[in-house]
Structures are given as C-alpha cells and as structure tokens.
C-alpha cells in the first residue's frame, strides 16, 4: 500500500510503541507463552515486544515495505510476512492462535462492514477456542458527529505528522490526508488513503455475527470506559 510505504522508513518516529500495550496483552495470555497472531504488524515493534515476553507471534502486513523493515529486527520468536487480512483463512489453519491482535486503525482499511464482518469470521475461525481477539480503531462515532478536520498533529523526533479528514459526497469512506515533515531535512510528503468510518455499533454487530462473545469496549489500555469524546476504542471479544 503506497501509503504506508511512503512513511515506513519514519513509521517509529511517528507512532512509537505504547509501553502499556505488550504488558496488557500479555495479562490475556498463558503464563508460559501463547501463539500470537499480528494483523497489521508495520515495522514489529509490538510482536517483538510480545516474542520477549516468552510468546510466539507471527506479523502480517500488506505493505512489503513495512514487512522489510519488520524483518530486519525480528526476535527468534518473531516471523513476519506479508499478508491480507481478509484472506486469513489462506494463510493460517483453523485454531491456531490464541490471541490475534489487530491495532493501529487496521481495520479501518477495510471498505465497509461487510468486508468487517469477512474479517472477523475470518479471525474466529483461526482462534483456538477461549482464544481472545485484540482490536483498535480510531473512535468514529466522535469523528462523524462533530464531523472534524482531522486529529492532532504529532510533533516529536524531529517529524511533524499533520492528519486531516476529507469527506467525499456519494461516498461511505473518508479521505484521510497525512502531510509528513522532516525537520532535519526540511522534506515534506503528503499522502492520502481512503478509510471507512467503522461506529461502535457496526463494530460489535460485525463481531457478534462472527460468533465472539463477551465483547468489551473501552477507551484505553487501563479498560477506561468508552465515552462520546473517546479518542480510541478498543475492544476485545472471546471464541467460546
């Protein structure tokens, strides 16, 4: 994805890694280490984080470039390959993970609940049972309701990382339009990628119709309780 590939190179300095992220996880899984599957893995840092924690966890990423960078500082307990979200079933054998995580608005990329509910089956279907699906999304019922510009600007190591929000008529899906700045080199980048505006409440169906249960949503890793002016929304959801 053209997208990503343009900024895989400043993807760390961007969006480091939440330091809260691995340990909660990690509170899901078996003491002594689980399978653990990455949808949407970018440059590793989480599943890397993961396979020090003693777990066995395998990246995907539709963008080669991403998986190239991924690769280059993977653990021994870390693979990581290319792959579609939608075509899970190809790629893995029923049961196999206990976990599957899916963060960083990934699911976002998908066109439209349906293609949401594919994925989710999908997922399921590789989940051993009790095995827990991990998600994040960026919360779009704030963002449709307020209908806003875009999110705040990331200014850090020595990037500035402008987001904003086009809403295209006779069309379900955002443009979401980055423009990215290197201070050092005084380069600038502007990409843009289509996303769809996954609510709460086509989320849960999506996941319900799957077969998950006892699904949960929060604001943040400390489970704070979702509320309209949430930034995130995470979930997770249970194969009985």
Same mark, same amino acid.
């Given at each position: 994805?053209?997208?990503?590939?343009?900024?895989?190179?400043?993807y760390?300095?961007i969006?480091?890694l939440?330091e809260?992220?691995?340990?909660?996880?990690?509170?899901?899984l078996?003491?002594?280490?689980g399978?653990?599957?990455?949808i949407?893995c970018?440059?590793?840092?989480?599943?890397?984080?993961l396979g020090?924690?003693?777990?066995s966890?395998?990246?995907?990423?539709?963008?080669?470039?991403?998986? *190239?960078l991924?690769?280059?500082?993977?653990?021994t307990?870390?693979?990581f390959?290319a792959g579609n979200?939608?075509?899970?079933?190809?790629?893995?054998s029923p049961a196999?993970?206990?976990a599957v995580v899916?963060?960083?608005?990934?699911?976002?990329?998908?066109?439209?609940?349906a293609?949401v509910r594919a994925?989710?089956?999908q997922?399921?279907?590789?989940l051993?049972?009790?095995?827990?699906?991990f998600?994040?999304?960026?919360?779009?019922? *704030?963002?449709? *309701?307020?209908?806003?510009?875009?999110?705040?600007v990331?200014?850090?190591n020595?990037?500035?990382?402008?987001r904003r929000?086009?809403?295209?008529?006779?069309?379900?899906?955002?443009?979401?339009?980055?423009?990215?700045?290197?201070?050092?080199?005084?380069?600038?980048q502007?990409?843009?990628?289509?996303?769809?505006?996954?609510?709460?409440?086509?989320?849960?169906?999506?996941?319900e119709?799957?077969?998950?249960?006892?699904?949960?949503?929060?604001?943040?890793?400390?489970?704070?309780?979702?509320?309209?002016?949430s930034?995130?929304?995470?979930?997770?959801?249970?194969?009985?």
């Open positions: 994805m053209a997208f990503y590939s343009n900024i895989a190179a400043m760390n300095r969006f480091p939440d809260d992220l691995a340990p909660f996880i990690h509170g899901y078996p003491a002594a280490g399978k653990v599957l990455d949407g970018a440059t590793g840092v989480l599943a890397n984080a020090r924690m003693g777990h966890v395998t990246g995907i990423d539709l963008d080669a470039a991403m998986v *190239r991924a690769r280059k500082y993977q653990n307990r870390v693979s390959q979200m939608l075509q899970l079933k190809n790629l893995f196999e993970f206990e899916c963060l960083g608005n990934t699911m976002a990329h998908l066109p439209d609940p293609s994925m989710a089956s997922v399921f279907s590789i051993q049972p009790d095995g827990i699906f998600g994040q999304i960026i919360h779009y019922d *704030r963002i449709l *309701r307020d209908r806003l510009p875009g999110l705040p990331i200014e850090q020595g990037i500035r990382f402008e929000y086009i809403y295209p008529e006779q069309e379900s899906r955002l443009i979401f339009e980055t423009v990215l700045t290197e201070f050092a080199s005084g380069e600038s502007t990409n843009r990628v289509f996303l769809y505006p996954l609510t709460m409440q086509e989320l849960k169906t999506g996941l119709s799957s077969g998950f249960q006892n699904i949960t949503l929060f604001a943040d890793t400390d489970k704070s309780a979702l509320k309209p002016d930034h995130a929304l995470y979930f997770t959801g249970q194969k009985p």
